[in-house]
């Protein structure tokens, strides 16, 4: 088995012959390489998810209500502000307009 799992990989060599140190160096490390990427791939799957239950809390309905009266209230502020700045480009348009008619009005009386 362990020399049919290298057999795929070019590790052989005609100057050596099958059963020797080089080839047997060669597929131990090929071999050890491929176990590391795969107990790595299975780590970094693992132990997130291991950890992950010491994050997690128990919501309660208290803790939803709470939430939800915040985004109301957050809500509230932005609508508000929201308002309050279409009101005061309303006056800002409005108060432009009666510049440029005293503007107008003005030129045509000097003329």
């Known amino acids: ?18 059963f020797s140190i080089e080839q047997g160096i060669s597929r131990v490390g090929v071999i050890g390489v491929t176990m590391m990427a795969i107990l790595s791939g299975f780590g970094a ?13 128990h919501v309660t309905h208290a803790d939803i209500q709470n939430l939800e009266r ?16 279409h009101l005061q ?4 348009s409005d108060l432009l ?8 009005f003005g030129a045509c009386s000097v003329v």
């Open 1 to 18: 088995m362990f020399w049919k799992i290298g057999n795929p990989f070019p590790i052989l060599s005609s100057k050596h012959g099958i």
């Open 45 to 57: 799957v693992n132990c997130p998810y291991t950890y992950m239950t010491y994050f997690m809390r």
């Open 70 to 85: 915040r985004q109301f209230q957050t809500m509230d502020i932005i609508l508000s502000k929201k308002r309050e700045l």
């Open 89 to 92: 480009r309303g006056r800002a």
């Open 97 to 104: 307009q009666q510049h440029n008619k005293r503007q107008e």
